[in-house]
């Protein structure tokens, strides 16, 4: 089982950013997919998740109408396009993958914004 996360970088503030996640070895259309974040001396935190079909979605309030989750059933993959970026959005993004039996996370992507 993998997930590999990519797209992090550093951006200005008010920038966007969009990173992705790829799975492998598991059935990844059963799985609700998430991202998380954690930001220096602070603990872990949602940011968005996406049901097994996609159609529902959720959002943290901090980053709600400013970053959209999607998926790629056939791809295996989850992105999340990241705008209008702030400074306190600076932390490593984790993908999650929550299944009928297992939990699975990534080993994370950095994100810096600067002001």
């Known amino acids: 089982v993998q997930l590999v996360e990519s797209g992090g970088g550093s951006v200005q503030f008010g920038g966007s950013l969009t990173l992705s996640c790829a799975a492998s070895?598991?059935?990844?259309?059963?799985?609700?997919m998430s991202w998380y974040r954690q930001a220096p001396g602070k603990g872990r935190e949602f940011v968005a998740q996406?049901?097994?079909?996609?159609?529902?979605?959720n959002y943290a309030d901090s980053v709600k109408g400013r970053f959209t989750i999607s998926r790629d059933n056939a791809k295996m993959t989850v992105s999340l396009q990241m705008n209008s970026l702030k400074p306190d959005d600076t932390a490593v993004y984790y993908c999650?993958?929550?299944?009928?039996?297992?939990?699975?996370w990534g080993t994370g992507t950095q994100v810096t914004v600067s002001s």
């Open positions: 996406i049901s097994t079909a996609g159609g529902r979605t």
């Open positions: 070895g598991f059935t990844f259309s059963r799985y609700v």
């Open positions: 999650n993958a929550n299944g009928p039996l297992y939990v699975y």
